[in-house]
């Protein structure tokens, strides 16, 4: 499995507007004419004895109907090192992924799809298109994924992510824990600003309570 393979399926959703949207608006207030999101830049800042490092930033380009298309990940150099396209069937169903890091000349992929208890799926595959990690999404009752359990190509648990969100649909808060149970970090999020479309266009991340970084989106719209 290539070194940011695992990182790549987590892509799939935790850098995806949507994920934190849940699909939806984050404000639904019925007096804004509500436009559709075209592109998400985010940069992400450290914040390290007075000083604001760049660390990376994304992408991320929406059809007119909300649909994620593809994902850039900018490393802290500013380049290109990870480009990642969204895979549909027909009916506009996410059915999976593909993915260049840099260096490529074919791509990773990644599948999605239903398990038995109607929970979405989401799989990185290997050159063999067999399943080298995989999580299952479970989601509240807005849509939102609250929880993220993590397995390998055995099937063996290997952790989890879980998310916390507020009444407009942001994450507020998250962490991972691995398979022995050990909590790492506990990120939060204080939301600075938001466009007139009431989406958040700066926070703070903080982990363990201590400020880290300033994150900081500027989001167009389709016309």
Not at 138 to 151: F, H
Not at 153 to 163: A, N, V
Request: aromatic residues 12%; glycine residues 6%; proline residues 1%.
């Amino acid at each position: 499995m290539k070194k940011i393979s695992f990182i790549a399926i987590v892509l799939i959703t935790l850098t995806s507007c949507n994920d934190e949207r849940g699909n939806k608006k984050e404000v639904d207030d019925k007096s804004i004419n509500q436009l559709e999101i075209a592109k998400i830049k985010e940069e992400n800042f450290d914040l390290r004895n007075d000083s604001i490092i760049f660390n990376s930033a994304t992408i991320e380009n929406f059809d007119k109907n909300g649909n994620s298309i593809d994902i850039y990940w900018i490393g802290q150099e500013k380049d290109t090192i990870l480009r990642f396209y969204r895979k549909y069937d027909n009916q506009m169903k996410l059915v999976g992924a593909e993915y260049y890091e840099q260096g490529d000349t074919e791509p990773s992929r990644d599948t999605v799809y239903i398990n038995s208890n109607g929970l979405k799926v989401e799989a990185s595959l290997n050159s063999e298109n067999q399943i080298s990690w995989k999580f299952t999404e479970t989601t509240d009752e807005n849509g939102n994924p609250v929880l993220k359990t993590y397995e390998n190509g055995k099937g063996e648990y290997r952790g989890l992510d879980s998310l916390f969100f507020d009444n407009q649909n942001r994450v507020i808060k998250g962490f991972y824990k691995n398979y022995k149970g050990k909590k790492y970090s506990t990120k939060t999020y204080e939301y600075l600003k938001s466009d007139d479309q009431g989406n958040w266009t700066e926070r703070k991340m903080f982990k363990n309570d201590t400020l880290s970084q300033r994150q900081i989106r500027t989001i167009t719209y389709h016309e």
